[in-house]
DNA sequence: GTCTATAGCATGATAGAC
DNA sequence: GTCTATCATGCTATAGAC
């Protein structure tokens, strides 16, 4: 039997994700994922060629993770479906917030979601979207997603400083914006 | 007379910003706005506590600039007043992308805009989407700045690579909003 | 208000031994 | 694959002279 190696790729991706959630990721540094690991920074470079890919190997499972609850959320009539995955959406951002804004804002093309790993996502949406707006589903889908993302990045962000039920106005604006989008 | 200041709180807020648009948030360091400004370094301290109070004024005087434009856009019926603001802030955050992500999602509390720079803009918004919802113009308020964000942050993180009229996904998901406001 | 000087620290990355 | 050692660079912040 092969010598397990001590950094396996679960390891090295759970460790980016875990500093990257509890420091932020400028934290997410070759030293701090290395200690994490249990190796020194060098070698690091033999699984990662610099930090971007570092945090794009974290960026690509948090996609697949993403797209995973979506699906498994997104049941019942097309409009019951898409509230479903809008609701998982933001149930992720509030549980793995860094993890979101690397999904959707990286700091940099390079430590962003690989096409591959986007492709997925995009057709499931895409899809999701279809029967609400059949003419333009394409425009349908960036709206929906612009308005999540926007609104769990302003809440984490502390810029629902008025006050008010967040979870209320989330609803009501899932609401409105699908009965906008309605065709 | 007095002796001119070498620096003034106006060249140093234009050296702060200018350095964000050009290179980054993070490039906006103490010895990188010293040096735009044409002090060193350690002289900084006197008019700024720290890195994140420099942060602190680009973003209160990106939050009146915007605040500005989106002002002298919004006429006419509150329709078409609320769909000039919105314009007026991806207009804004083509412009100046750093600035605008200083406003909505600063690296930490003490970077974003002031709770006295932020009042006025909220006041304006909440002013401009009551006619449309009445019932709760706080909810409607953050519908709207959630999706134009979200947007504005996708478009320039260059999350819309499926091709298609980016522009024309603008407006249509802008008129799907506001349709979706109206109660 | 500004300067020089410096402390103190962290970083990304590489060379070469094992 | 991993290590030690190291380079070169950058940063925030302070002390104290002018």
């Given at each position: 039997m092969p010598a397990p190696q001590r950094v396996t790729p679960e390891r090295l991706v759970a460790a980016v994700r875990e500093i990257a959630e509890r420091d932020g990721l400028d934290a997410?540094?070759?030293?701090?994922?290395?200690a994490a690991v249990g190796v020194r920074a060098p070698s690091l470079y033999k699984r990662a060629a610099n930090r971007h890919a570092l945090l794009r190997l974290a960026a690509d499972d948090a996609t697949r993770e993403l797209l995973d609850e979506m699906r498994a959320a997104a049941v019942g009539s097309?409009?019951?479906?898409?509230?479903a995955a809008a609701r998982a959406l933001r149930a992720f951002a509030?549980?793995?917030p860094r993890a979101t804004s690397l999904v959707f804002s990286a700091p940099g093309p390079d430590a962003g979601p690989s096409a591959a790993a986007m492709a997925?996502?995009?057709?499931?949406?895409?899809?999701?979207?279809?029967?609400?707006s059949p003419d333009d589903p394409l425009s349908a889908a960036r709206t929906l997603t612009a308005w999540a993302y926007g609104f769990c990045t302003m809440e984490q962000n502390g810029a629902f400083r008025q006050g008010g039920d967040v979870d209320a106005a989330f609803e009501r604006g899932l609401a409105a914006v699908l009965r906008g989008l309605r065709t």
């Open positions: 997410v540094t070759m030293s701090a994922v290395a097309p409009r019951h479906a898409l509230a509030a549980r793995c997925p996502a995009m057709a499931f949406l895409l899809d999701a979207v279809h029967p609400l």
